[in-house]
């Protein structure tokens, strides 16, 4: 079974899938899913911002490199949550990204990919486990849709992010079996004892 079995990418863009891979942020035992460099890979490909020739070279150890893409991912996480929730974004967690970002860029290439170009990867430098998110996280605040960007409706503190394309703007939940289906055992739980008084 995967590491990953439990883990949802209902981001809906690489940078917040990579914020959410520290799960359930906002309770009492969050989750991590990114101990090792090693994870850090098994989760690129696992959200399909590495391709399996890539992860495969990616190899060794490199505590350095994980400390940094975790620090990248405080960053991302720190940006969106207050963007959803229509705060301004905290300087020195922008700054991180931009930084981030701007390294990515000194060792990326345009090249055809996609609709067009795109920005693509040669280097096997470890750093390749995290560029793409980087360059998906400063995708997302410069192109949008940034007033799409919305944090998990949960009680509980899963504080998830995801980019709402539903056509009415109308969702509110990381997943509906996961934390919609808990808010409407909650909400029924409340109608009972509501009823009972
Ligand atoms: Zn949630």
Same mark, same amino acid.
């Given at each position: 079974m995967s590491a990953f079995a439990n883990l949802d990418l209902f981001g809906g863009a690489a940078c917040l899938d990579f914020a959410n891979s520290l799960d359930a942020r906002g309770t009492e035992r969050p989750e991590e899913y990114l101990h090792t460099y090693a994870d850090l890979v098994a989760w690129g490909r696992f959200a399909g911002v590495l391709d399996e020739p890539t992860a495969r070279r990616l190899t060794g150890d490199h505590p350095e490199v994980l400390r940094t893409a975790l620090g990248l991912r405080e960053a991302i996480f720190q940006v969106f949550v207050a963007i959803g929730r229509g705060r301004d974004a905290p300087a020195d967690a922008l700054a991180t990204v931009q930084a981030r970002y701007a390294e990515a860029m000194a060792v990326a290439r345009l090249a055809p990919g996609g609709d067009g170009f795109d920005w693509q990867f040669d280097a096997d430098d470890p750093g390749r486990a995290w560029w793409p998110m980087a360059v998906s996280a400063v995708r997302l605040l410069t192109g @949008?849709?940034?007033?799409?960007?919305k944090v998990c409706a &949960?009680? &509980? @503190?899963?504080i998830g992010l995801f980019v709402d394309t539903s056509k009415n703007r109308s969702r509110r939940w990381c997943t509906m079996d996961g934390c919609g289906v808990d808010a409407k055992v909650k909400r029924q739980a409340r109608r009972r004892a509501g009823s009972r008084s």
């Amino acid at each position: 079974m995967s590491a990953f079995a439990n883990l949802d990418l209902f981001g809906g863009a690489a940078c917040l899938d990579f914020a959410n891979s520290l799960d359930a942020r906002g309770t009492e035992r969050p989750e991590e899913y990114l101990h090792t460099y090693a994870d850090l890979v098994a989760w690129g490909r696992f959200a399909g911002v590495l391709d399996e020739p890539t992860a495969r070279r990616l190899t060794g150890d490199h505590p350095e490199v994980l400390r940094t893409a975790l620090g990248l991912r405080e960053a991302i996480f720190q940006v969106f949550v207050a963007i959803g929730r229509g705060r301004d974004a905290p300087a020195d967690a922008l700054a991180t990204v931009q930084a981030r970002y701007a390294e990515a860029m000194a060792v990326a290439r345009l090249a055809p990919g996609g609709d067009g170009f795109d920005w693509q990867f040669d280097a096997d430098d470890p750093g390749r486990a995290w560029w793409p998110m980087a360059v998906s996280a400063v995708r997302l605040l410069t192109g @949008g849709p940034l007033d799409r960007v919305k944090v998990c409706a &949960a009680e &509980a @503190g899963c504080i998830g992010l995801f980019v709402d394309t539903s056509k009415n703007r109308s969702r509110r939940w990381c997943t509906m079996d996961g934390c919609g289906v808990d808010a409407k055992v909650k909400r029924q739980a409340r109608r009972r004892a509501g009823s009972r008084s």
